[in-house]
């Protein structure tokens, strides 16, 4: 099955610095990438995703970069606030299969 | 419009008892999942379905079974439970893939935090 990895598994930031997390995966027929956040006691939401068609996205304070060569994909936050305190999961589906395999997820602090 | 809901919230189950968890979708979607989550584990897929009357294993299908009889939803059946799975279920739902065979978004439920003692 996929492997899927990713790090650090904790990361806390000041306010207002730049965060960024990293996911590794195995099958390089991968070809889409998301990232779900996790608040505490709530549930995974997609946050932002990428195509194998696209080096990067970008939605306001938040950017995923792809590279396919090396099989592995980053969340990057900028200007991080409170709100940004979460669990972050990254995962990767087969192809043609819409079956997701998660990481075990990155807890981001940040430090007001 | 409710996206994916599921029943009960909570629950506390004696070893060997059994139950049912009800996962509910009003997006059409045709795929539908059920992930445990315990602590430094992530998500793990338990079983998955396809359509309406398919099913297939996940990572971690041992002890559990499903039925899809509808398509909107998909009952998780724990026959006989043990404290080994004591954590919190979570559904989803999403679409097949898109054009191109790419992979599409996931809707996940509230989850479902089960005790078994």
């Known amino acids: 099955g996929e492997n899927v990895e990713q790090h650090p598994s904790t990361l806390s930031v000041q306010e207002g610095d730049s965060a960024v997390i990293k996911c590794t995966y195995s099958d390089s027929a991968s070809n889409y990438f998301p990232w779900y956040k996790q608040e505490l006691g709530k549930r995974p939401q997609l946050i932002i995703d990428?195509?194998?068609?696209?080096g990067e996205k970008k939605d306001q304070r938040i950017a995923v970069t792809l590279n396919k060569t090396a099989k592995h994909f980053s969340l990057h936050i900028t200007e991080t606030q409170p709100e940004d305190s979460a669990v972050y999961f990254c995962?990767?589906?087969?192809?043609?299969?819409?079956?997701?395999?998660f990481g075990k997820g990155n807890q981001v602090v940040v430090i007001p | 419009n409710a996206g994916v809901t599921q029943t009960p919230k909570f629950r506390v189950l004696k070893t060997g008892q059994s139950m049912t968890l009800l996962c509910a979708q009003d997006?059409?979607?045709?795929?539908m999942y059920w992930y445990r989550q315990d602590p430094g584990m992530g998500l793990r897929l338990i079983h998955y379905s396809v359509g309406e009357g398919t099913t297939a294993k996940g990572e971690v299908p041992d002890g559990y079974n499903v039925s899809r009889l509808k398509k909107q939803n998909f009952l998780l059946g724990l026959e006989s439970a043990a404290p080994s799975q004591t954590s919190v279920y979570f559904c989803a739902s999403s679409y097949s893939t898109s054009k191109g065979g790419f992979g599409t978004e996931a809707f996940f439920g509230q989850g479902t935090r089960l005790t078994v003692v």
């Open positions: 997006m059409n979607h045709e795929y």
């Open positions: 995962a990767v589906p087969r192809y043609g299969n819409n079956r997701l395999a």
């Open positions: 990428i195509r194998s068609n696209v």
